[in-house]
């Protein structure tokens, strides 16, 4: 067990908790105080404690629906109700949020030595939850397999915050990943994809790893979608931009009309094309403008406004960058005056 989080909203009683904490046997790591649980959850994912000690009634988010957030989105964490024994009857309730232990008001510090001693001991035996692990793969599986990679990241921070709350260290935290990509690889054969997966880099840093499994599983996305027909959907997506070339058209609208995330769209697009989207709609908006100003009776501010720009001065800064002229250059040089 490294660090500690306290909440209470009565400065004495977090100044007397550190005290008697850091009496204790064990040393410890960090050990942090927050006046609620607003602060304690915000603190909590700045860095994850593997204890929380909390007070039942504080301001802006009370102990029971601290418990219950921290609950849903950190599980290993253990956590600790301070409660009076007014509050008893009413700290129970935590115990659906997977609330074991309770501290009664007033404390002492034999009680304070004992119970961490019992937490400090039990910490010792946590393992990862192999059904959780499992869910969360299955998770990262369907997210892949639909190709939405806003729910693959989703999937893979929740699973990283998880490997961390059952891990004591940076290395256990990657043994602790080490077997996902094999798991997705063998669960998206089953599905008859066989993704190509390159040697993961040795290393240390538990945020280097995860990055590397993070591209790694960023990869097999864009692998699928070329093998599902990339091609087709991108030119699909190149007609719609074509015909909608004079509007204000962004990377979410056409991704919207396709039916998938805009950062595919992004990816996707320029694998296919071998430039970006954006790349591609300054091109077709500047061949318009050429064939617009080869006819005298068009205004260049308006040719401007026609194809999509929302002032001249950025038309035509667009249309030298491409062509090396400015618009009344072109059209001098196609001899218009």
């Not at 094999?182 to 390159?198: D, G, I, N, V, W």
């Not at 100003?293 to 068009?298: A, F, R």
Request: aromatic fraction near 10%; include cysteine; glycine fraction near 4%.
């Amino acid at each position: 067990m490294k660090q500690i989080l306290i909440v209470d909203d009565e400065p004495l009683i977090l100044k007397g908790m550190v005290i008697m904490l850091k009496q204790h046997s064990h040393t410890f790591d960090s050990i942090r105080t927050a006046s609620n649980g607003v602060k304690a959850l915000q603190m909590i994912e700045e860095s994850m404690p593997q204890l929380l000690f909390t007070d039942i009634r504080m301001p802006k988010m009370d102990g029971l629906e601290l418990c219950k957030q921290v609950h849903e989105k950190y599980p290993l964490i253990q956590k600790v109700i301070i409660s009076g024994y007014g509050d008893f009857e009413y700290a129970q309730a935590g115990m659906s949020y997977g609330v074991k232990e309770y501290l009664l008001k007033p404390f002492t510090p034999v009680k304070i030595h004992d119970l961490l001693t019992k937490l400090v001991s039990q910490s010792g035996h946590a393992i990862l939850s192999i059904s959780k692990y499992e869910d969360w793969i299955e998770k990262i599986v369907e997210a892949i397999w639909t190709l939405r990679i806003d729910a693959v990241e989703a999937h893979l921070e929740e699973l990283r915050l998880y490997c961390m709350s059952a891990s004591s260290s940076d290395s256990e935290f990657i043994q602790l990943l080490q077997d996902c990509l094999p798991m997705l690889k063998k669960r998206l054969s089953l599905r008859s994809f066989q993704p190509k997966t390159e040697e993961m880099t040795d290393t240390t840093d538990m945020m280097a790893y995860f990055l590397q499994l993070q591209e790694q599983i960023m990869k097999m996305i864009d692998e699928l979608a070329l093998q599902r027909g990339g091609q087709d959907l991108m030119q699909k997506a190149k007609i719609y931009m074509d015909a909608n070339i004079t509007n204000s058209l962004s990377l979410e609208d056409v991704a919207e009309y396709l039916g998938i995330t805009p950062p595919y769209l992004s990816l996707l697009f320029k694998k296919v094309f071998k430039e970006t989207f954006v790349q591609y709609r300054i091109t077709k908006r500047i061949e318009l403008a050429k064939r617009m100003l080869e006819m005298p009776h068009y205004r260049t501010n308006d040719i401007a406004y026609e194809i999509g720009y929302e002032n001249y001065p950025h038309f035509s800064r667009m249309f030298k960058k491409v062509t090396g002229l400015s618009p009344l250059e072109y059209r001098h040089m196609m001899g218009i005056k």
